[in-house]
């Protein structure tokens, strides 16, 4: 789909703004959802967004940026495929063609990003050594152009020349492949599940991962329905375990970090 | 000198770290500059009249840190709270608790608000994103709402009142609730596997017969056999040795069009 320059850049400064949302106050506009949303408004199609914006957040379900590891770019890839998709007929080919490489690749940027930022620390080190606060925060704030870069370039590229690629790779695609990459975009959710139950006490409450899966394949129970019976659970764990008596270790180092 | 804080003052704080925490995040000291920029009015107010603790406290507090956002307010208000009590001579004090308490903290909080509140509020704004429902979504951002702006400065007032006494307390019981969560995050996980990732199979000829995958083999095991198989594997191979997420993303794009090539699995 065609794009006005009018939209490409206010979907850059979104970029934009969505990396910034994601390093300091987290209200959303990091949101892989909240992106495909916005998206979807500026194009003058929501509901394609919101359909994109779920799409990829479902590979997104089990990936943070824990310990300020670098991981795939979800909300460039749903600003991307959200605009040049256009229509949702090819949504699952734009996600596999573009959405997913898209993300993967510029995981390189934000390494970028978190090098580039050292600079920044050795400047407010400077400072914080002689006692000007005023140019420690300065310097802390500097850091914002690296993040504004290294998330506003990848998507201004792409806006500005992924229409045309996009039309030529469709027009040459094999039917096969087109079929490949359909069947890519519905098991792709399985990584970032996979992803998230390595994190969770897997093997240690598998029960209960059972029972949801059991509630969805054979009931056909809705998310929030099973939400619910989760709840459940997980109250009447919460009432019957006792409070440790001994805490954590604070002498410990621990392993994960965040961002 | 010794100015109690109020609700108020402790709330800016609040939105402070949560302005300044990663801006300058960086793979030396990641949110050292952070911290230090969210101490710095603290730190020029208290210290206005020691030039030399003054000094000393920025070089303290420009040391490394990393912790998980949202809990680094407990950290940072018993911070405050035993300078403001043992004056320069809790400098020192005070970075002991920061230091110790970063690791563990992380490790509680990247769990509690990263993975178990994603898993959450992700799953059931997926579900119903897909379904082309914006319901889910305004939830979760709800979430994120309360957190910054309830959640956060109340943290950081636990931490001001109540010290190093809220450690074991608070660990304690956030153990207990991440424990009773991570049930809750493992269920809604088993339904999102099975309504969420689509395998069919398809058919695949053995001695001149035909025979469907899906209809006379999967499907009479179980519903959502392929589903249940694929999260398998991709949770087998990410525990194996060298194998990471951006790795298994190219493993499965792949692997995928060359069973889909083979006819093994077809559009669902």
């Known amino acids: ?259 | 000198m010794n100015k109690k804080m109020t609700k108020k003052e402790l709330r800016k704080m609040s939105y402070s770290w949560s302005w300044n925490r990663s801006l300058a995040w960086n793979y030396q000291k990641m949110m050292s500059c952070g911290y230090l920029s969210t101490m710095i009015p603290f730190l020029d107010e208290k210290y206005k009249d020691d030039e030399e603790a003054r000094l000393y406290a920025y070089d303290v507090h420009s040391q490394f840190f990393n912790s998980e956002p949202n809990l680094s307010n407990v950290i940072l208000g018993m911070d405050i709270a035993i300078e403001e009590e043992l004056g320069s001579e809790g400098i020192d004090t005070a970075a002991g608790v920061k230091t110790s308490l970063m690791g563990p903290f992380a490790g509680i909080g990247d769990t509690l608000f990263g993975v178990i509140g994603g898993t959450i509020f992700g799953s059931i704004a997926v579900a119903t994103a897909v379904e082309g429902s914006y319901i889910g979504i305004a939830l979760w951002t709800l979430w994120s709402f309360f957190v910054m702006f309830f959640l956060r400065p109340k943290l950081m007032e636990m931490g001001y009142k109540q010290g190093l006494k809220l450690v074991t307390t608070l660990s304690g019981e956030l153990k207990r609730f991440t424990n009773a969560a991570s049930v809750l995050g493992l269920t809604v996980l088993g339904g999102m596997v099975a309504t969420m990732v689509g395998v069919k199979f398809g058919t695949f000829t053995l001695f001149g017969t035909e025979v469907d995958l899906q209809v006379s083999i999967a499907d009479k095991i179980m519903p959502k056999l392929g589903s249940a198989i694929v999260v398998a594997v991709c949770y087998y191979l990410l525990g194996r040795k060298g194998m990471n997420a951006n790795k298994l993303t190219w493993i499965v794009l792949l692997g995928m069009l060359v069973l889909s090539f083979l006819g093994i699995v077809i559009v669902p």
């Open chain 1, 1 to 259: 789909m065609e794009l006005q320059v009018w939209q490409i850049l206010l979907l850059t400064a979104w970029a934009g703004l969505s990396i910034v949302d994601q390093m300091t106050f987290n209200l959303g506009a990091n949101g892989i959802i909240q992106t495909g949303i916005f998206t979807g408004i500026i194009i003058g199609n929501p509901i394609l967004g919101l359909l994109v914006g779920g799409t990829l957040q479902s590979y997104a379900l089990g990936i943070g940026a824990y310990g300020g590891a670098s991981v795939p770019n979800w909300p460039a890839a749903a600003i991307i495929v959200t605009a040049l998709a256009g229509s949702l007929d090819n949504v699952a080919a734009t996600i596999a063609i573009v959405g997913i490489p898209v993300a993967a690749l510029t995981v390189q940027l934000d390494v970028f990003g978190r090098f580039a930022n050292v600079v920044f620390q050795h400047r407010a080190d400077k400072y914080a050594k002689i006692g000007n606060g005023k140019q420690v925060v300065l310097s802390n704030r500097l850091g914002l152009s690296s993040w504004l870069i290294s998330r506003m370039l990848p998507v201004f590229i792409a806006l500005l020349v992924g229409p045309a690629l996009i039309g030529a790779i469709t027009n040459y695609m094999p039917q096969w492949l087109v079929s490949g990459f359909t069947i890519v975009s519905k098991v792709f959710p399985a990584v970032g599940f996979a992803i998230l139950l390595r994190y969770l006490p897997t093997k240690k409450c598998i029960p209960y991962l059972i029972l949801g899966f059991a509630l969805a394949a054979w009931f056909q129970a809705p998310i929030i329905a099973i939400s619910v019976i989760g709840l459940v659970a997980a109250i009447i764990i919460y009432k019957q375990s006792d409070v440790p008596a001994v805490a954590v270790d604070i002498s410990a180092d621990g392993e994960d970090y965040d961002e």
